[in-house]
């Protein structure tokens, strides 16, 4: 019974090292360790629309939050110290229109929005092309 387990141990830590792997590669080709600042750099949006997606798509491919309230967006640009748009609602508001994101909720205090699938892949054709 001890050598049996001793395998099962043995098999998890095969399986949890190859998960680990997994994990640190990234299909963009951008570290998981990467910070917020330096993947917008990488990322280089073509203005604010495109950060904001690109702020939404680090939140959930780094951070493991996939909606967002214009809070998060407004502290990630001081967390990366970039600086605002003069309307940051609108250039939300104008991801939304671009199909990158969309109203997912209200919490009663803020609207609550996520990525969408095109959000998703507009973040990555930028970044692959980066590449």
């Known amino acids: 019974m001890n050598e ?6 043995e098999e998890l830590k095969n399986r949890v090292e190859a998960l680990e792997e997994m994990a640190e590669e990234d299909s963009s080709g951008i570290s998981r360790s990467m ?17 904001i997606a690109a702020i ?3 939140r959930e491919a780094h951070e493991g939050e996939d909606t967002f309230t214009t809070t998060d967006i407004r502290e990630a640009y001081n967390r990366a110290r970039f600086q605002k748009p003069a309307n940051l609602s609108d250039a939300i508001a104008n991801a939304e229109n671009n199909g990158w994101v969309y109203r997912k909720e209200n919490d009663g205090q ?12 507009m973040v990555e054709e930028v970044m692959s092309d980066e590449s």
């Open 35 to 51: 910070d917020l600042s330096t993947f917008i750099q990488e990322f280089d949006p073509n203005g604010h629309t495109e950060r």
């Open 56 to 58: 939404a798509y680090y």
């Open 110 to 121: 803020e609207v609550v929005r996520q990525l969408t699938n095109a959000g998703i892949e």
């Open 4 to 9: 049996e387990i001793r395998q099962e141990i």
